[in-house]
């Protein structure tokens, strides 16, 4: 039995301890939001906030989370800047299959939490383990400089 | 597109009364035997929310207008990233003057009358950029109708003529009476009214929303976690299985010892189909581990060998001998006699994955007399067909569930529907429902590959520098070939399929202006190398092809290779205008300093698209591109922002492919895993992207392809241009080349 | 004056120890025999690709540069919203596919071996300025106990290992600072 505290509130799940965090989330606590896509940290679609800095939850074993915060897409709207950054994406039409903008949506988010004006260099160095194959990454970077140069 | 206008002739519309009023309007060309007969209860898959049939007004399946004025507009098109529930409601809104703020959408059922009529109207089949060009007729001509019905019904309504009311954002408007009725209000009228059968459409000066670029319908709910993909359904008593697959394609489970996964906590139960052995568990993470225990001996006495160096040694063989002819103009033989020189050169693609980044997977529920199927697919009408066949269900005892994909790249359009079948081979065993999902190891080496391809160009220039003669050869697996030869489709739904050449997707339409030219096919048929189309399919190895030789042939001859090309397309005005276009907007000739420039052009699927690709390639061979600029005509431009997302994602994803793409095969085993072994682009290696729109007012083309082609070899034409070395394979880290 | 002409006496020594241990080192043997085992596994990938001199790690035995653009950071644990822990576990973890231990990161930069002889090496890990002001006896313990130097002898799947076993590693590491680390 593990006691977890996602977007704010406790579950507790029994499950093997070597269970990924993505699918504690997806099945369950049925948050669908965060997504499997290569179960290896090299594709960033289940990327949560893990005390609020962008972690693979699909190498996370459950074990490991403890007493840390576990942030998801479906809640990071209720934070000022993942507000903004849904708005933009949804303003800038971002998703084309729309299946790897949560991870890029919560990596985004920490980025102009951490950097209200990031350069070129620092959306490469926070964005590029998100991968992206309908290749939405001109709009991801259009849409970062926009909440930056317009919102904070 | 005589295809196309042949087919807009055979729509029509239905349309009947609801229960508790209302309009019902189908369209499409199909037979009506489909049984999904569900007109009371709408469809509530793909996340839409579930409408109470008591608060709506029902315009059918196609449609359903609700009290409060709201429309929502059903696709037939797979919404696979491509904008498909945003394109096509916008068709349909425009002729039928609606509010666009009050419209949305949804994935129709699987029923004839969503079929593409692109496929002559029998199919649901998402492929070959044809979803907005497909559809477009119908859509306008099903909107216009219903326009006009309500028209009709609110001219009844105040007894005035019809043809002294007018539409304006789902309102008919009375301007002399001084009155306004919503479409709303109006609908069950109108469902009294009779159809007409030919409707007006608008003249395109007049649409408001076609050529427009609202947001992305669905971009709400793909931003907040919310949207649902195959992979996030979710229903009561739900099991989980992946399969165990034999390591060479087609092998076969001989032993299966399944002790230690049965074992593992959560693991039900090990059951061997034909695509391998099933683990079914209570999660996805114990049917992991219960895969991991799973001990199989495989039968691979018939089991694949292909192997990539020797296949490429037959194919380069075979581009010796003279193939199936798909393109002749004059006498090739001859010209090439009299030519002062014959110049040629080989090329050679591996296969490449098309990687989507939501995985397969598919959920069945089987009772033993029915079943309820939920995945994503750009193959939804012959995916049903499969399931009937493995469950021994009739069409009518399926309800089938298009969702919308995380991707598709043709991977999800599968004629043969084989991760549907095994899905349901494992639900017939279990009759309790059953999500089956493919890990990304399980994607990757799971076949159905961009097949391999070796091409031969070859040219014949006159003393006088004219190319006189043109031959281009292709060695694959053609997987409409396939086809053919299996006589499947024809079998299956009871139709024949055109002559074979029609279908293919070689390059014939070489657009230069040169009077002999042989193209020839080899369509190699191997069973056990499953291979699919990917994004453009043949066009991406034939036109890489094409578009280097010809730069060879222009610097050969002394030529700027835009001002060549330009000469030899003199009667290809919309080639020439978007190779014009793109070198006005990409500066050619005049790259910035340390850069390199390459250009190509090619036209398919009724659009043409020309590309100015910026390169710098450094001593140690690190290679960086800089800046793709594309030039697109699609004729006319449904969502403007979509066909530009759509050139981008193009552009990205050839990269990709011209970059890093390759699945390399050792005696039948595919070598690569994940994207650790399989690199696909990322944000760092991603240039600057410019797009520009140069419709011509030309019928809708197709766009989701359209952005691929070139830029492969608009990239190898400006390493030329750096380093003056040729490119006649791919990916280039082949080559040595270090990725920037 | 004096301090001048120490400093070039050391300089000079210095030079010709260099010149000579590169020697030495192009042979693969460091000039004390008791540091030469330490120098081979200390410059096995598992401990380079962390411990280099660039703004980024490596990875894999041919040690190519970290995949996913991932660099160094100014506190050695990556960006500052792609940490090294955004995938790196207390443990290896995806069937080993994603190596872990506790606090994997990178070596500050003072630690970097990269391009480094033998002596060199051996005079940079000695260093107190460079090492984070460890004496011998601390190398020792670190080198027998961190739980990130012991992972490089199961670092999982198909990695191969330092050339000597963890045992023969800490037995040699004793050896020489026993010796009063000789380089």
């Known amino acids: 039995m593990f006691t977890i505290r996602v977007n704010g509130i406790a579950h507790t799940v029994d499950v093997s301890e070597d269970k990924p965090l993505l699918w504690v989330l997806r099945e369950n606590l049925k948050l669908t939001g965060s997504k499997y896509g290569c179960g290896q940290a090299l594709c960033g679609a289940c990327t949560v906030h893990i005390d609020g800095q962008p972690t693979r939850s699909c190498v996370m074993p459950i074990s490991a989370v403890g007493d840390k915060q576990v942030r998801t897409i479906e809640d990071i709207g209720n934070e000022h800047i993942g507000g903004l950054v849904q708005a933009t994406w949804q303003e800038l039409n971002v998703p084309q299959c729309g299946y790897c903008q949560s991870g890029q949506i919560m990596a985004a988010t920490a980025l102009l939490k951490d950097n209200s004006s990031p350069s070129d260099q620092d959306i490469d160095k926070a964005l590029s383990g998100n991968i992206c194959r309908c290749g939405t990454y001109p709009r991801i970077r259009k849409a970062i400089h926009k909440i930056a140069t317009e919102q904070l | 597109m005589s295809k196309l206008t042949k087919l807009s002739r055979r729509h029509f519309i239905r349309v009947s009364v609801m229960a508790g009023g209302g309009l019902l309007v189908a369209c499409g060309g199909g037979s009506s035997s489909s049984k999904n007969n569900n007109t009371s209860t709408p469809p509530t898959d793909n996340g839409g929310e579930p409408t109470n049939p008591a608060e709506a ?275 090739v033989l001859t010209a090439q006699l009299f030519a002062s020189e014959t110049v040629s050169a080989d090329y050679y693609f591996p296969f490449m994955a098309h990687a989507a980044m939501e995985p397969l997977n598919v959920v069945v529920d089987y009772d033993g007399s029915s079943a309820e199927i939920w995945t994503g697919t750009q193959s939804a009408t012959l995916d049903k067909v499969f399931a009937g066949l493995v469950l021994g269900l009739l069409p009518d005892q399926i309800n089938f569930h298009v969702m919308p994909s995380g991707g598709g790249f043709g991977r999800r359009g599968n004629p043969l529907a084989d991760y549907v079948r095994d899905a349901c081979a494992v639900a017939k065993q279990i009759r309790q429902p059953v999500k089956v999902i493919w890990t990304r190891e399980d994607d990757m080496k799971g076949g159905y590959y961009r097949p391999a391809a070796a091409v031969r160009v070859s040219a014949s220039i006159d003393s006088a520098n004219n190319i006189t003669a043109w031959t281009h050869r292709s060695v694959t697996q053609d997987v409409t070939a396939l086809l053919y030869a299996e006589n499947l489709l024809d079998s299956l739904a009871d139709f024949t399929l055109p002559p074979l050449k029609e279908l293919t997707d070689f390059e014939t339409g070489m657009p230069y202006k040169i009077d002999n030219v042989l193209m020839d096919a080899h369509l190699t048929v191997n069973l056990n190398m499953p291979a699919l189309w990917m994004r453009s399919v043949n066009k991406f190895s034939d036109v890489f092809a094409q578009e280097t030789f010809i730069d060879e042939l222009a610097l050969k001859v002394n030529k700027n290779p835009y001002n060549f090309r330009r000469d030899l397309l003199s009667e290809k005005p919309r080639h020439r205008a978007v190779l014009d276009a793109v070198a006005d907007a990409a500066n050619w000739g005049f790259p910035a300093s340390g850069r390199s420039q390459g250009i190509a052009v090619m036209g398919h699927w009724n659009s043409f698209v020309a590309q100015v690709v910026e390169v710098s390639v450094s001593a140690n061979r690190e290679l960086t591109v800089h800046r793709v600029v594309s030039a697109v005509d699609c004729g006319t431009a449904v969502n403007p922002d979509l066909v530009i997302a759509q050139v981008e994602s193009a552009v990205i994803f050839a990269l990709s492919s011209i970059l890093f793409g390759e699945i390399l095969l050792e005696d039948g085993v595919v070598q690569q895993s994940n994207f650790d072994d399989y690199p696909v682009l990322r944000m760092y290696q991603t240039p600057a992207i410019e797009t520009i729109i140069v419709n011509s007012g030309n019928p809708v083309g197709g766009v989701g392809e359209l952005g691929v082609p070139c830029v492969g070899p608009a990239l190898a034409n400006a390493i030329f241009g750096a380093i003056g070395e040729r490119i006649r394979e791919l990916p280039l880290t082949r080559s040595n080349f270090k990725i920037a | 004056m004096t301090t001048t002409i120490t400093r070039t006496a050391r300089l000079m020594v210095t030079l010709t120890f260099v010149g000579f241990s590169s020697l030495l080192a192009h042979n693969a043997f460091a000039q004390s025999p008791l540091f030469q085992p330490l120098y081979e596994v200390l410059t096995h990938p598992r401990c380079m690709n962390c411990h280099t001199i660039t703004d980024f790690p490596r990875q894999g035995d041919e040690r190519r540069r970290h995949a996913q653009l991932v660099v160094r950071g100014t506190d050695n644990h990556g960006a500052p919203t792609l940490q090294c822990s955004a995938c790196h576990q207390d443990e290896n973890v995806a069937d080993d596919a994603v190596p872990g231990a506790p606090h994997w990161g990178l070596a500050p930069l003072s630690m970097g071996w990269e391009g480094l002889n033998a002596s060199q090496l051996c005079q940079a890990l000695k260093d107190s300025s460079k090492n984070g002001n460890r004496s011998l006896a601390d190398l020792l313990k670190h080198m027998s106990e961190d739980s990130l130097v012991l992972w490089a002898w199961t670092p999982g799947g198909n990695r191969s290992t330092p050339p000597l076993s963890q045992p023969a590693f800490v037995e040699a590491v004793q050896a020489w600072v026993n010796a009063g680390g000789p380089c």
């Open chain 2, 57 to 331: 007004f029902q315009v059918g399946e196609f449609m359903r207008i609700s009290t409060d004025n709201k429309i929502t507009i059903l696709v037939g098109a797979a919404e696979i990233g491509q904008g498909a529930l945003t394109a096509i409601p916008m068709i349909v809104a425009e002729e039928l003057d609606a509010d666009w703020s009050q419209v949305s959408s949804e994935s129709s059922p699987v029923a004839a009358r969503f079929n593409n009529p692109y496929f002559a109207n029998l199919l649901q089949f998402t492929v070959a950029s044809s979803a907005t060009r497909g559809y477009f007729e119908g859509q306008r001509s099903v909107g216009a109708a219903v326009r006009q019905m309500l028209v009709n019904a609110a001219a009844k309504r105040w007894e005035v003529p019809a043809s002294s009311l007018r539409t304006e954002s789902s309102y008919v408007i009375d301007d002399i009476g001084g009155r306004r009725a919503s479409y709303g209000e109006l609908s069950s009228e109108a469902a009294q009214e009779r159809v007409p059968t030919n409707p007006s459409l608008k003249n395109p000066a007049n649409y408001r929303i076609i050529g427009s670029s609202p947001q992305r319908l669905d971009a709400a709910d793909k931003t907040d976690g919310s949207f649902q993909y195959g992979i996030d359904v979710d229903i009561p008593n739900m099991l989980t299985a992946v399969i165990a697959r034999p390591p060479r394609f087609n092998g076969q489970a001989l032993n299966v010892d399944d002790n230690a996964a049965l074992a593992v906590p959560g693991v039900r139960g090990v059951y061997t189909i034909l695509g391998g052995v099933a683990v079914v568990a209570d999660d996805f993470w114990a049917a992991e581990k219960g895969r991991k225990a799973l001990q199989v001996q495989w039968n691979e006495l018939l089991a694949g060998r292909t192997d990539s160096d020797t296949q490429r040694n037959a194919y380069n063989l075979r581009l010796n001998l003279p193939g199936l002819p798909i393109r002749i103009d004059g006498l």
